[in-house]
């Protein structure tokens, strides 16, 4: 149980182009998701939490023009990379938490490349 | 603010050999501790939990964590390490009262030999 689908799982595009990573949680309901960079050999830094229905709250220093993220329903959030540019690639990550609790289950994360 | 400290950057082990990954941390309140493993390439999967009761807690894949209040410890241990297991761990601490975020360590690179 608590499975979390993340997709695409590899992505590379072009710079100043926009970028949908989408997630889900497939056999159970989340109020909460959570959406995370990280860049090689280093650990997981929290960009915003996502909650169903509302607007995400991102943390400090996190560009929410430039990461677009939607709660439209209880299976699913996206977050949408806003013109690109390399500085962007990175290794992205969701989780979401079945019910109020701990602990989270992640997503397999996206790698994007912008070139 | 909570936060977690993992000592080790990088542990090689050979095969067969005991395992003992550690992790500090520091929260208010009673915590919510968790314990990951990551491949490359790929997502973070939770090897145990702990939110209260049995200090001593089981997890997948023949791991145990015990949480030490007096030392704000959270040490993950499996008696015999395989190939397999080589990856990269993360403790972590959970906010259970409000939005329910986790703190991450920035992890311990496992290494094993053959």
């Known amino acids: 149980g608590a499975v979390v689908s993340q997709h695409p799982s590899w992505v590379i595009c072009k710079s100043g182009t926009s970028v949908k990573i989408e997630c889900r949680s497939l056999?159970?309901?989340?109020?909460?998701m959570f959406w995370y960079r990280q860049f090689p050999k280093q650990s997981l830094m929290l960009m915003a939490t996502?909650?169903?229905?509302?607007?995400?709250?991102?943390e400090q220093g996190v560009e929410k023009d430039k990461f677009l993220i939607n709660h439209a329903s209880l299976t699913l959030s996206t977050l949408t990379v806003t013109s690109a540019h390399p500085e962007d690639s990175s290794f992205y990550i969701c989780?979401?938490?079945?019910?109020?609790?701990?602990?989270?289950?992640f997503g397999d994360g996206t790698r994007l490349s912008i070139l | 603010a909570q936060s977690v400290t993992q000592p080790d950057i990088h542990i090689t082990v050979s095969e067969g050999a005991s395992l003992e990954l550690r992790c500090n941390y520091s929260y208010g309140a009673t915590p919510y501790l968790f314990w990951y493993v990551q491949s490359p390439g790929q997502g973070l999967q939770l090897l145990l939990k702990?939110?209260?009761?049995?200090?001593l807690v089981q997890g997948i894949k023949g791991f145990e964590a015990e949480f030490k209040r007096s030392q704000s410890s959270f040490n993950l241990r499996k008696p015999s390490v395989h190939w397999s297991d080589a990856a990269e761990y993360f403790c972590a601490v959970g906010d259970g009262t409000n939005a329910g975020k986790s703190t991450f360590g920035d992890g311990t690179t496992l290494t094993v030999k053959p």
């Open positions: 996502s909650n169903e229905g509302s607007k995400a709250t991102y």
């Open positions: 702990y939110f209260s009761g049995d200090t």
């Open positions: 989780s979401a938490r079945d019910g109020v609790r701990p602990p989270q289950h």
């Open positions: 056999d159970f309901q989340a109020t909460t």
